[in-house]
C-alpha cells in the first residue's frame, strides 16, 4: 500500500543539543507503528515532528508522498490527522460538545456533526455520558471521550501519545484492547509512543526502539522483542539474562558459546572467536530440580542455585546464579510445586532456538 509518512535524516535540536535523530523511518498506510523507549528518550519529540506540529533542524518529512516544505499547506495537512495526548484536554462543556467540538472547528455541518459523535460516543461506551459534563467525568471516561473526539475527525493517521499511562490497570488494560479492535477493524494508520513493553505487543504491527534520541530498531514485535541488535535495546525490551562469552564451535548454525563455566548452544551463524552477548528472555527458561538433563529436551541446562524470588503478578521471577545470573518467569504454582527457596539448588533450562547472540567488539 505504501507508505503515508516517510522521513530521512531527520535531526531536531534544541540550543546545541540535537535531542533526535533518526535516519530512515516509514509509516505504511493501515499499519500500527509502536514506539517505544525510556521517559526522555525522544519518543514524543519524533511524534510531534511526524503529526507536523514540530518543524525539524535538518532532515525531510514526505506525508502521502509528497515532501512537507516550508511553503506546504500545514494546516491542510494536519487537517488530515489526529491526535490523542495523554492528558485529554477536554473543555468544561458536555461529552457530546467535546467529541464534535474538531468537527465544528473544521465546518462540518451539525447534522453530520451530531451523527459522528453519535457513532464514536456508542463506539467507545460512553453514548450513556452524552449530556455529561467533562468535569464529572473519571480518567477512563475522559481519554475515552478524547479519543472518540479524535476517530470522529476520520483522520488519515491516529497519533497516540502515551494516551493510557494515567489510568488505573483495568481501565489501561480494557481501553488498550478496545483502541486495538478499532483500529484493526477500520484499518486506520497509527502512530503511538509508549515506555510500556505490554501496550506495543498488543498494538503493534510493528516496534521502533527509542533510546537516546536515535532510533535503534525498527521491526516485528518478534523481531525486537526477540532478537534486539544491542544489549541496551535487550535490557529495555525485558531481555534478563546477557552474558557476555565466546563462540568456541560452530556446526552447520549451531554455535557452542563459552559462557563462564557453562557451554551455552544457540541456534546462530556466528563465526568461530567471535565475541557475542548470549540473550535469553525469562519466559523461555525453565526451573527443573536439580536432575541434569533427564525431565527436559532442552539442549542447554545449567546447574545453578537460586539467589532470588520475586512475585511478579500471577507468576514468580527466579533468579539462578549459574556462574553468570539467569532468569526465569514462571508461575507461582510451579514455584509452589518445586518448593523454590533461596540457596536451593536448581537446573536453569533453555532451548538452543531462545538464545540470541549478539555480536560485540573484542
Do not use: Y
Not at 501496550?199 to 526502539?209: F, I, Q
Request: proline share 4%.
Amino acid at each position: 500500500m505504501g507508505a503515508i509518512l516517510q522521513i530521512r535524516n531527520l535531526a531536531i535540536q534544541r540550543g546545541e543539543r540535537t535531542v533526535l535523530l533518526v535516519n530512515d523511518l516509514a509509516v505504511e498506510r493501515g499499519e500500527v507503528l509502536a514506539i517505544i523507549g525510556p521517559n526522555g528518550a525522544g519518543k514524543s519529540t519524533l511524534l510531534l515532528a511526524l503529526a507536523l506540529l514540530l518543524p525539524p533542524t535538518s532532515g525531510a518529512i514526505w506525508f502521502d508522498g509528497a515532501l512537507v516544505t516550508s511553503q506546504s499547506n500545514l494546516t491542510a495537512l494536519r487537517r488530515r490527522m489526529a491526535m490523542v495526548l495523554q492528558e485529554p484536554l477536554l473543555l468544561d462543556k458536555t461529552v457530546v460538545d467535546n467529541v464534535a467540538l474538531g468537527l465544528s472547528l473544521r465546518g462540518v455541518g451539525r447534522a453530520e456533526r451530531e451523527r459522528r459523535a453519535a457513532v464514536w460516543l456508542d463506539r467507545l461506551g460512553i453514548a450513556h455520558l452524552a449530556r455529561r459534563q467533562a468535569r464529572a467525568l473519571s480518567g477512563g471516561e475522559a481519554q475515552r471521550t478524547s479519543l472518540a473526539r479524535a476517530l470522529a475527525l476520520e483522520p488519515e493517521v491516529l497519533f497516540l501519545d502515551e494516551p493510557f499511562s494515567a489510568l488505573d490497570a483495568p481501565t489501561r488494560a480494557g481501553l488498550v484492547e478496545q483502541v486495538a479492535e478499532i483500529v484493526r477493524e477500520t484499518g486506520l494508520t497509527t502512530v503511538m509512543v509508549t515506555h510500556d513493553r505490554d501496550e506495543a505487543l498488543a498494538l503493534g504491527d510493528r516496534v521502533g526502539v527509542i533510546m537516546g534520541g536515535q532510533l535503534l530498531q525498527a521491526g516485528t514485535p518478534e523481531e525486537v522483542f526477540t532478537t534486539p541488535v544491542n544489549a541496551e535495546v535487550a535490557q529495555f525490551v525485558g531481555v534478563e539474562t546477557v552474558a557476555p562469552g565466546h563462540v568456541i564451535a560452530q556446526d552447520g548454525g549451531l554455535a557452542a558459546v563459552q559462557v563462564s563455566g557453562f557451554v551455552v548452544e544457540a541456534v546462530s551463524d556466528a563465526p568461530l572467536g567471535q565475541a557475542v552477548l548470549a540473550c535469553v528472555r525469562p519466559e523461555d527458561v525453565t526451573i527443573l530440580p536439580d536432575v541434569g538433563r533427564g525431565l527436559t529436551s532442552a539442549r542447554n541446562v545449567l546447574r545453578g542455585r537460586v539467589t532470588r524470588l520475586r512475585p511478579a503478578g500471577a507468576q514468580v521471577r527466579v533468579t539462578v546464579d549459574c556462574g553468570f545470573p539467569v532468569t526465569a518467569l514462571i508461575t507461582r504454582r510451579s514455584a509452589q510445586e518445586l518448593d523454590l527457596a533461596v540457596d536451593q539448588s536448581v537446573s536453569a533450562s533453555f532451548k538452543a532456538s531462545a538464545v540470541h547472540l549478539i555480536l560485540r567488539a573484542g
